[in-house]
């Protein structure tokens, strides 16, 4: 059984940067495309963005321009820079790994999050 393991949440200021990461318990993440959602206290989870194994990324419009995810796949990780914090992105930050085989099989595996505050 594959764990994902999301870190570096934590208490910021508006205006100010984390980074998020996201490691697999074992060697499988290139073969897997990474999303991050996030669950403000409340409310539904949401997508945030999301690397597929060649890299390609997808940002959601309330994110972007301040928001970068990227991988490392020899690290078995994956990372969600976040700059110039809102309030508004306070929230539970979940990763997610899934793949497709040609066969149809999907594989999906989820963290247990790592939660954002962003307060003055």
């Known amino acids: 059984q594959v764990q994902l393991v999301e870190s570096g949440g934590g208490l910021v200021q508006p205006g100010g940067s984390l980074t998020l990461s996201c490691t697999a318990s074992?060697?499988?993440?290139?073969?897997?495309?990474i999303l991050w959602y996030r669950q403000p206290p409340g409310q539904q989870r949401e997508f945030v963005a999301r690397i597929g194994r060649f890299g390609d990324t997808i940002h959601a419009d309330s994110v972007k321009g301040r928001f970068t995810v990227s991988r490392d796949n020899a690290k078995n990780s994956a990372y969600l820079l976040m700059n110039n914090l809102k309030p508004e992105d306070t929230a539970l930050y979940l990763c997610?790994?899934?793949?497709?085989?040609?066969?149809?099989?999907?594989?999906?595996?989820w963290g247990q999050g790592t939660q954002v505050i962003v307060s003055s």
């Open positions: 997610n790994a899934n793949r497709q085989e040609a066969s149809g099989r999907t594989y999906e595996y």
């Open positions: 074992r060697s499988m993440l290139d073969t897997y495309n």
